[in-house]
């Protein structure tokens, strides 16, 4: 296990329902679930390395959450594999997600908390 899993590993996002607190705002948090998989461990050791995201171990499943945005990049996370990661197994790899994903480009899929940030990277002709 690496530094950056242990570290890590044991954080629990979840609460008891009674200790939820209820607001009246709008989150601009996103994330990613995985079933744990060697290519989901790669990818939690890259991102925990990254300032500002969680990564929770769970027994079959893995979590990473951020707030604002979050950047996977293809390249670190094929160093991390040994082997080439792309945009599409990357999505293969990842069960759910909230947040609105965007494939930037060849080498990076970003997930946005905030819609109107997503919206400059999306193409949308309303013709």
Request: proline letters at 4%; charged letters at 25%; glycine letters at 6%.
């Given at each position: ?91 293969i790899s ?18 946005f908390g ?9 193409k949308y002709?309303?013709?």
């Open positions: 296990m690496t530094q950056a899993q242990t570290t890590h590993h044991g954080d629990n996002i979840f609460v008891p329902l009674k200790d939820v607190k209820f607001e009246d705002t709008v989150s601009h948090q996103c994330g990613v679930t995985m079933n744990d998989s060697v290519e989901a461990r790669a990818i939690a050791e890259v991102m925990a390395a990254k300032p500002g995201i969680r990564v929770t171990y769970m027994p079959a499943l893995i979590r990473i959450d951020g707030e604002g945005k979050i950047v996977f990049r293809m390249e670190e996370i094929s160093e991390a594999l040994g082997r080439p990661m792309t945009p599409h197994l990357f999505e990842t069960s759910t997600h909230y947040g609105r994903m965007v494939m930037v480009d060849d080498n990076t899929v970003t997930l905030d819609m109107n940030e997503a919206m400059e990277y999306i002709d309303n013709k």
